[in-house]
C-alpha cells in the first residue's frame, strides 16, 4: 500500500497546535517564577522585621532590669520609685551627642563618649546609671538596626508629687523602627510607636510597674 506524503494544510495544522502548547507552558511557567520571587521577597521582608523584633525585645528588657535594679524605696508610700533620669530623653538615642559619622554605632559606640559616666568601673548615683543605661541601650538599638530608636514614659498615678514617676505608676518602655509591609503599603499604626512624628514605625512595648 502506498502511503500519500502530508498536504500542506495539514502541516500547517500540527505545527499551529505545537505552538499553542509552547505558548501555554511558558505562560505557566512564567506565573510559576512570579510566584517564587513574591514568597522569596515575602521571606526576607519577614526575616529583617523578626531580627528587629528580637533585638527591640533585648533593648527594652535591659532598659526594664536596669531601672528595676535602681529602683529606690517611695519615700512618701509603700512601694519602689526610680529616679527621675531614667524619663530624661536626652539620655537616649544620643540626644545630646553630636559627630559627623551618620554610622551611629561608628560615631557614640566604639568608645565610651567623654560625657557619660563610666559605669562599668565605677560607682555612679541613680542619675549616672539613668544616663549609662540610656548610652548602652542606644547602642544596641542602633547595633542591629541604625533606624531603631526608644522612648520611656510614665502614666503618673500622683501628678500632685514632685516625682516624675511616682511608685504604683505604669512605665511603658517603647522600642520602634520605620517598616513598611511586603506590599509597599503602610502598616497598621500604634500611636505607642510614633517617634519624632513618624507614626509609620513597628514597635516593642514593654511595661512596667513600680
Known sequence: MSMQP????SQQKVAGVGMIEI???????????????????????????????????????????????????AQTDDGWEVDDAFFNTDFFNFETLSCNDSNLY????LALPASVPNCRTGNCTS????????????????????????????????????KACSS???????????????????VANDSRCTFDSDSNRACVIKEVTL
Request: aromatic share 8%; charged share 10%; proline share 4%.
Open 6 to 9: 502530508p498536504t500542506l494544510h
Open 23 to 73: 505558548l501555554v507552558s511558558l505562560f505557566v511557567l512564567t506565573i510559576g517564577l512570579l510566584g517564587v520571587a513574591s514568597l522569596q521577597f515575602t521571606g526576607t521582608f519577614n526575616n529583617v522585621q523578626a531580627a528587629s523584633r528580637s533585638q527591640a525585645e533585648l533593648v527594652a528588657r535591659y532598659v526594664s532590669e536596669q531601672m528595676v535594679s535602681a529602683a529606690q524605696p
Open 106 to 109: 561608628q560615631c557614640y559606640c
Open 127 to 162: 542619675a549616672e546609671i539613668a544616663e549609662y543605661s540610656g548610652w548602652e541601650a542606644s547602642c544596641q538599638a542602633v547595633g542591629s538596626n541604625p533606624n531603631m530608636r526608644i522612648s520611656v514614659s510614665c502614666n503618673d498615678r500622683d501628678n500632685g508629687d514632685a
Open 168 to 186: 504604683g505608676s505604669l512605665v511603658n518602655i517603647a522600642v520602634s523602627w520605620p517598616v513598611k509591609s511586603d506590599q509597599q503599603s503602610t
